[in-house]
């Protein structure tokens, strides 16, 4: 027998009701919003999604008496998938739905499909019964279910999930990913539909990413604990540099794309510098230009004595500079061409890429470093995008900062000392313990996708808006996922997607970054914002990032 020793606060979490919004608690009615649009590229979605476009958003209130679905008195069996990276509070989405069901109904089941969406194609998976749900109550990770990248896509991917779907008798299927596995769970939900089946296909918003965010889903569950994880340990270690002072830390940090993690750290630690991967775009800036910046403001400490500082860098900002992201576009296409590209020897292969590349791009990838141009090259995950949390863009630019800081030696330009430190910060946060905010937001968002399926919904997003404010005053709802969509260019191909929320430069948060930054690189204003606080009083408990409270702010 394996004997786990749980610690006293695994025992006090387990033991932890989220908040639900007033709306939620009890007997609920759906009232129905408008009709609605696409965000961009109407035409070409409603084309794609001829049964599911246009469908009016629903919110949640509180009713007398009837609930709002007959179909309720029914029992029915719903399925749930984790798909794509981990977030903290996963498994607070599945005990919210859970509940949220046998609220409706006792005999209502729930069953979990294992490892991510490829458990509905297998048919891999099992039911989750009181005993299971119970054991992973506010707890971090995905490990109940397990989740994977697997894309469906194919009518043959939906035609074996429908097997199981009739077999378990299945009235929904609630996906729980970021922008790309909504954007399946969209493209799953317009199928079944147009086939009449009786199936409804709900999504979830999750990714530490914080990317997956609109107008109607204000923030995806995780980036909340993740930023909080990041921080902290970004303010040990800028404690550690302000007590030492003789190194420069470089630090990655997760996002596959946008900056939000980066520039929600950055506004909570007030680090020495802080690349915004979305700045470096509009700014059409360089690699060169980039690394000459960091140097100037590691030249300008070392002569008032600070021969230390942190840099943080966005995972993703490699895909940022212009002149690589045409090249990376190139590859896509290219590589989408070339099937039999994985099965060739690596020599071979830069040789094909440099000889197949538009010159202007062969030439950049020529000039990365040997690692970096091979990285841009291999190991796409499913939906096509390049593995970022594999290339080490934080040594990449101590290194060239390095050699810049060499260059101005000899021009007389920086007499410092640079010693570097390098850090990644991702797969540390990906699984911690949600924070209060986490806990109770994913628990809501599940028990608002019970309350979708109850009431027939499909081809909607479980919807919790207002969070800056106490989870009783939150807004629940579903909001339809074509509504959110817009077209892009995928493996050579135009796809209907989620659009992706990269970092609003007219936004607050970014502003109120921008306006500080200099002052940041200057002086040494290091915050140590300490770890997450799970119980004590509610300023210290519940508060959400920076990030959501400024773009709150009128
Ligand atoms: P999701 O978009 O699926 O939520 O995953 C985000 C992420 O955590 C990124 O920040 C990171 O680049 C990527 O996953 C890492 O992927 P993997 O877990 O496959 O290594």
Request: charged content about 25%; hydrophobic content about 35%; glycine content about 8%.
């Amino acid at each position: 027998m394996i004997l786990i020793q749980k610690s006293a606060l695994q025992k006090m979490r387990a033991n932890y009701q989220p908040q639900l919004p007033e709306s939620l608690k009890g007997k609920v009615k759906v009232v129905e919003g408008e009709a609605t649009e696409s965000v961009e590229d109407q035409e070409a979605i409603k084309k794609l999604f001829p049964n599911t476009y246009g469908m009016p958003e629903l919110r949640f209130e509180k009713a007398d008496d009837a609930c709002c679905c007959e179909k309720s008195c029914e029992p029915f069996n719903v399925g749930v998938i984790l798909s794509g990276g981990q977030a903290p509070g996963g498994h607070n989405v599945i005990s919210g739905l859970f509940d949220g069901l046998k609220a409706i109904n006792k005999e209502n089941r729930l069953y979990g499909f294992l490892m991510g969406p490829g458990g509905l194609v297998d048919h891999n998976y099992k039911e989750l019964t009181a005993d299971i749900v119970d054991e992973y109550r506010n707890t971090g990770g995905f490990d109940m279910i397990g989740s994977g990248r697997t894309k469906l896509e194919t009518p043959e991917q939906f035609e074996k999930g429908l097997e199981i779907i009739k077999q378990l008798n299945l009235r929904a299927i609630v996906i729980i990913g970021g922008d790309d596995s909504n954007t399946n769970a969209a493209v799953l939900a317009e199928y079944y539909k147009a086939k009449n089946v009786p199936v409804q296909v709900l999504g979830c918003p999750k990714t530490i990413d914080g990317d997956l965010k609109n107008k109607w889903i204000e923030a995806s569950f995780g980036f909340d604990t993740c930023t909080k994880i990041y921080s902290e340990v970004i303010g040990n270690i800028e404690r550690d540099c302000n007590s030492a002072k003789k190194y420069w830390h470089f630090i990655k940090l997760m996002g596959r794309s946008a900056s939000h993690i980066a520039l929600e750290c950055a506004l909570e630690t007030q680090p020495s510098y802080c690349i915004i991967s979305e700045e470096v775009e509009a700014k059409n800036l360089t690699l060169r230009d980039v690394v000459n910046d960091i140097a100037r403001v590691v030249a300008d400490r070392s002569s008032r004595g600070m021969d230390f500082g942190t840099v943080l860098v966005p995972e993703g900002l490699i895909e940022f500079f212009p002149s690589i992201k045409a090249l990376i576009e190139e590859l896509n296409d290219l590589l989408a061409e070339t099937p039999d590209f994985a099965k060739m020897h690596p020599d071979d292969q830069r040789a094909f890429v440099i000889s197949h590349l538009s010159e202007k791009n062969a030439t950049i990838f020529e000039m990365l470093p040997e690692g970096v141009a091979r990285q841009l090259t291999l190991d796409r995950d499913p939906h096509g995008n390049v593995q970022v949390s594999l290339i080490e863009t934080e040594k990449l630019l101590s290194e060239m900062v390095k050699k810049r800081l060499d260059e101005m030696k000899e021009e007389g330009k920086f007499n410092g000392k640079f010693r570097r430190m390098h850090h990644f910060f991702g797969y540390e946060g990906r699984c911690g313990i949600p924070s209060n905010f986490d806990a109770n937001y994913c628990y809501s968002l599940g028990y608002n996708a019970a309350q979708l399926v109850n009431c027939g919904a499909t081809g909607y997003m479980s919807s919790i808006r207002n969070l800056t404010k106490p989870a009783s005053e939150w807004i629940a709802g579903g909001i339809p996922i074509t509504m959110m969509m817009n077209m892009e260019q995928r493996k050579g191909k135009q796809k209907p997607v989620i659009k992706k929320a990269l970092v609003d430069l007219n936004g607050n948060p970014f502003k109120a970054f921008a306006q500080m930054r200099e002052i940041w690189a200057k002086e040494t204003c290091f915050n140590y914002p300490g770890p997450i606080q799970y119980f004590g009083p509610s300023e210290m408990t519940d508060q959400t990032t920076l990030t959501l409270y400024y773009e709150h702010e009128e």
